[in-house]
């Protein structure tokens, strides 16, 4: 399955931001397209309940765009919002209802027919695995959901949901970086690699955060010195960083300024040997491995 997506997987939750009419964000989309990027990731919640309707608007200048997508989209998190007047309390939902209307509200948004991967945004610990794995069998048998995943489960969270479903769940949506390195020790990985799962990396970049490392700490010598040696920055030694490992990290990349996603798309030509791979890990860790 994660042969189908494109590595890098363009995020889209500043598209409000990004201070662009319709027609010129579908413009970046066809750039996307150009550069090898077919997959764009989307939530109900992004941009206060208007992310998948912007995109939408974009789409709906260029039709034509839309077979050429693989659009990603995740549900489960209720924000308090004058969108929602319903809610009182953040919150989180994967009922059978909710999961199903989201799902539905996103797709019209979009304007498309069948959403290719859907994700449970967080996990709900009033989750019943059971009605989840229900409202994935509705609409998987409608034709409105293609494939299943999850955004910020633990392995042991992962297992429970993926113990209910008749369909292996497909990916699961991290924060991994330089800067957020957890999943290497606490299992996603390897359970991803095991399973054969896509993990999908969220802020690989640090938040914006690894663009400003200190040039004296540890780190920010080891980007340099690598930087000057493979003629990279340190943008894209992180997302080569990530490609390097085994478990096929697919990172999504957020930006509205093409040549920035140009040079992170060239960061695929970068290869890291095990030993540079390491001197990353070590300085953003600040240790020697034990």
Same mark, same amino acid.
């Given at each position: 399955?994660?042969?189908?997506?494109?590595?890098?997987?363009?995020?889209?939750?500043?598209?409000?931001?990004?201070?662009?009419?319709?027609?010129?964000?579908?413009?970046?989309?066809?750039?996307?397209?150009?550069?090898?990027?077919?997959?764009?990731?989307?939530?109900?919640?992004?941009?206060?309940?208007?992310?998948?309707?912007?995109?939408?608007?974009? !789409? #709906?200048? /260029?039709?034509?765009?839309? %077979?050429?997508?693989?659009?990603?989209?995740?549900? &489960?998190?209720?924000?308090? *919002? $004058?969108?929602?007047?319903?809610?009182?309390?953040?919150?989180?939902?994967?009922?059978?209802?909710?999961?199903?209307?989201?799902?539905?509200?996103?797709?019209?948004?979009?304007?498309?027919?069948?959403?290719?991967?859907?994700?449970?945004?967080?996990?709900?610990?009033?989750?019943?695995?059971?009605?989840?794995?229900?409202?994935?069998?509705?609409?998987?048998?409608?034709?409105?959901?293609?494939?299943?995943?999850?955004?910020?489960?633990?392995?042991?969270?992962?297992?429970?949901?993926?113990?209910?479903?008749?369909?292996?769940?497909?990916?699961?949506?991290?924060?991994?970086?330089?800067?957020?390195?957890?999943?290497?020790?606490?299992?996603?990985?390897? !359970? #991803?690699? /095991?399973?054969?799962?896509? %993990?999908?990396?969220?802020?690989?970049?640090?938040? &914006?955060?690894?663009?400003? *490392? $200190?040039?004296?700490?540890?780190?920010?010598?080891?980007?340099?010195?690598?930087?000057?040696?493979?003629?990279?920055?340190?943008?894209?030694?992180?997302?080569?960083?990530?490609?390097?490992?085994?478990?096929?990290?697919?990172?999504?990349?957020?930006?509205?300024?093409?040549?920035?996603?140009?040079?992170?798309?060239?960061?695929?030509?970068?290869?890291?040997?095990?030993?540079?791979?390491?001197?990353?890990?070590?300085?953003?860790?600040?240790?020697?491995?034990?």
């Amino acid at each position: 399955m994660s042969s189908e997506f494109s590595r890098l997987i363009m995020g889209v939750w500043r598209i409000g931001d990004w201070a662009m009419r319709p027609a010129e964000v579908a413009d970046l989309i066809e750039a996307c397209l150009d550069l090898g990027i077919d997959t764009f990731d989307l939530a109900d919640i992004y941009n206060g309940y208007q992310c998948e309707a912007m995109f939408g608007a974009a !789409l #709906a200048t /260029r039709p034509a765009l839309k %077979p050429r997508l693989k659009l990603i989209s995740k549900c &489960g998190i209720a924000l308090v *919002t $004058p969108a929602r007047p319903q809610h009182r309390v953040k919150h989180y939902n994967t009922s059978r209802a909710h999961i199903i209307a989201s799902a539905e509200h996103s797709l019209q948004a979009i304007g498309v027919e069948q959403l290719d991967l859907l994700l449970i945004h967080r996990p709900d610990p009033l989750m019943d695995a059971d009605e989840v794995a229900e409202a994935f069998a509705a609409l998987k048998q409608a034709g409105k959901v293609k494939a299943f995943g999850v955004s910020n489960f633990l392995p042991h969270q992962f297992e429970l949901l993926q113990s209910r479903l008749a369909e292996p769940l497909v990916a699961n949506q991290i924060e991994i970086s330089l800067l957020h390195t957890a999943p290497l020790f606490d299992g996603s990985l390897d !359970l #991803a690699q /095991r399973q054969r799962t896509m %993990p999908q990396a969220w802020s690989p970049l640090g938040g &914006g955060r690894l663009s400003s *490392t $200190p040039a004296e700490s540890a780190l920010g010598r080891v980007l340099q010195r690598l930087g000057d040696e493979l003629h990279a920055t340190p943008e894209q030694l992180a997302i080569a960083w990530l490609l390097r490992h085994p478990a096929r990290i697919h990172p999504v990349v957020g930006s509205g300024k093409l040549q920035r996603i140009r040079e992170l798309v060239a960061a695929q030509n970068l290869a890291l040997d095990r030993q540079q791979w390491f001197e990353l890990l070590e300085a953003a860790m600040g240790r020697e491995m034990p």
